[in-house]
């Protein structure tokens, strides 16, 4: 069966009482959309702060590839299985964007038969979190171009505005166009674009916000553009803006509960992309989540150089999370796609090109454990095709990488296909105490920050930036050098071309524009072509998704 036929198929129970049942939560704490959803009141995970905080686990991966990974399988399965083993463990995920669930994904809750459900909803508009965020977005973007058309008070320089327009979905078309067209009474003529929701300084500031009183002083804080001096910044509490953008958001910054194929409890918040944002979910899910149970899983965006990273150097730093372990992602399937092999054949065994994509998973392992302290499992999620000799192989190859090495099977078995990854992960996890290790220090400048993850993580000779790109990154410096970086890169590959495999070393990063999200407090750090609006692919999942008079939805896999 697809994956929403697996899905369609559950037994769900209503989350309220499953909330009651496992975690002592009074249904007064809920806010209730429909029977399987609910938001988590403020006033409740504020009562929790002295609770002990359980252990955190990081789920990332190899870098992607069209072979699949299956890092939110993975999540999903090793949480049914913690639970199953006798663990009290809570899933931590991001929502699904609606442009690469239309676009290449079809859906993201998971597969098989380690799902979050219901799917349908959480994969087509969930509880309304990204409209609120795209609204919220585009308010401001409606009372800086209305400031101008009123006389522009703030002497904002309108060829100096930062602050694009964003939509969930991926359409090219809207990456750059010009507003105010038809004449004085529509606005002020000049240049603008859409980025996605999930790239929007709103969603990350979402997920990093502690609470409501955070929220708007983050909101305040965005920088929106430049007065005609080009040096004065003009921020969004200017315009006051930040009141009416937290309204919008009250709801939006309440976490999601919902429930996997075997009734554990996952929370779902938050979806900022890894390769063009931060890539996690909200802090407020994941430490309301540690103070409710022993073990909580989460996931962190495309491959250990950009989600992981982020997790790491952003979230972590920002909020205080203290990671015991990691578990990184890989198939065979995929590391064959590494070594060479076209996607048609990567169902034939081919231990030479497994050899030749190891060197991929072995980086990361490297970064995991080396860069970021943490030890780190790696769970090999099982395909049908995979042969045995190509298994042995792999194991043998991690063994003697020192990588504790576990093939799972919890796409085909849920919870208890993945017990044996559960018991090896708990093992590493109850023998430490948390700790691990930024990739940067602090107190680096931010061109040396950017230089040192490309030349530890990314295997790179180092970087380079036009005199535009230095110059602004020098400016900014004495005020915002303190903050950390989020690298916009592609997330096919450890260098900038998406179709340079395996582990390429030596390269140049070109760090072809800076941004500044003041509000989420890092600079985002665009390397090569990377586009903040996607675009859909020629045959979009689009074409497949379709509805019954029955109000069955077919298509999202």
Not at 199 to 206: G, K, P, Q, W
Not at 225 to 239: E, F, N
Not at 482 to 490: D, G, L
Not at 522 to 548: H, N, Q, S, W
Request: glycine share 10%; aromatic share 6%.
């Amino acid at each position: 069966m697809s994956d929403i036929e697996i899905a369609q198929q559950a037994t769900m129970q209503p989350v309220i009482a499953l909330a009651k049942q496992h975690y002592g939560i009074d249904p007064e704490h809920l806010d209730p959309i429909g029977h399987y959803k609910a938001k988590i009141s403020l006033e409740y995970i504020n009562s929790l702060t002295d609770k002990a905080d359980g252990k955190l686990i990081l789920v990332t991966a190899i870098s992607p590839t069209p072979a699949g990974e299956g890092k939110t399988t993975t999540t999903v399965g090793l949480g049914d299985a913690l639970n199953r083993i006798g663990k009290k463990t809570i899933m931590c995920l991001r929502e699904p964007s609606l442009g690469p669930c239309f676009g290449v994904k079809g859906g993201a809750a998971g597969g098989g038969y380690a799902q979050v459900v219901p799917m349908e909803d959480i994969n087509l508009h969930f509880t309304g979190d990204f409209h609120a965020i795209g609204v919220a977005h585009n308010l401001l973007s409606a009372l800086i171009d209305n400031h101008i058309n009123h006389g522009n008070e703030l002497d904002i320089d309108p060829r100096r505005i930062q602050w694009k327009r964003v939509v969930d979905m991926n359409d090219r078309a809207l990456r750059n166009i010009v507003v105010g067209m038809g004449g004085a009474a529509n606005g002020y003529l000049r240049e603008d674009g859409y980025d996605i929701v999930v790239a929007s300084e709103v969603m990350a500031i979402l997920c990093l916000a502690t609470s409501r009183a955070d929220l708007k002083a983050r909101l305040g804080r965005i920088v929106i553009g430049y007065k005609s001096d080009k040096i004065t910044p003009v921020y969004a509490s200017d315009l006051n803006a930040q009141g009416a953008m937290a309204a919008l958001l009250k709801d939006a910054i309440k976490p999601n509960l919902v429930q996997t194929l075997e009734n554990n409890i996952a929370i779902i918040h938050g979806g900022p992309f890894a390769n063009i944002a931060h890539g996690c979910n909200t802090v407020t899910a994941t430490q309301t989540a540690l103070k409710l149970a022993d073990y909580v899983v989460t996931e962190a965006g495309f491959g250990a150089d950009l989600g992981a990273e982020k997790f790491i150097d952003i979230k972590c730093r920002m909020s205080g999370l203290k990671p015991s372990a990691v578990v990184l992602v890989a198939t065979v399937r995929a590391l064959k796609f590494h070594g060479g092999i076209a996607k048609e054949a990567l169902n034939q065994e081919n231990l030479a090109a497994l050899a030749q994509g190891f060197a991929n998973l072995e980086r990361h392992y490297h970064n995991i454990t080396q860069h970021y302290g943490l030890p780190c499992v790696v769970c090999i999620n099982h395909f049908t095709f995979d042969t045995e000799a190509e298994i042995n192989w792999l194991q043998a190859q991690c063994q003697q990488l020192g990588a504790t090495c576990i093939v799972s099977k919890h796409w085909a078995a849920g919870g208890a296909g993945a017990e044996a990854l559960a018991y090896g992960v708990a093992a590493v996890v109850d023998g430490r105490e948390p700790t691990f290790s930024y990739v940067y220090d602090e107190s680096l400048g931010l061109w040396e920050k950017i230089a040192t993850i490309a030349t530890k993580l990314y295997g790179a000779a180092g970087i380079t930036a036009n005199a535009k790109v230095k110059a602004q990154l020098a400016a900014w410096q004495e005020h915002y050098g303190h903050f950390p970086i989020c690298m916009a890169k592609t997330q096919m590959s450890f260098s900038t071309n998406p179709n340079s495999k395996g582990a390429p070393s030596g390269h140049t990063v070109e760090i072809s524009d800076v941004k500044l999200a003041n509000g989420a407090g890092f600079i985002v750090a665009i390397a090569g072509d990377m586009m903040t609006m996607p675009g859909l692919p020629k045959v979009p999942a689009a074409e497949r998704i379709d509805i019954d008079d029955n109000g069955k939805i077919s298509g999202l896999f």
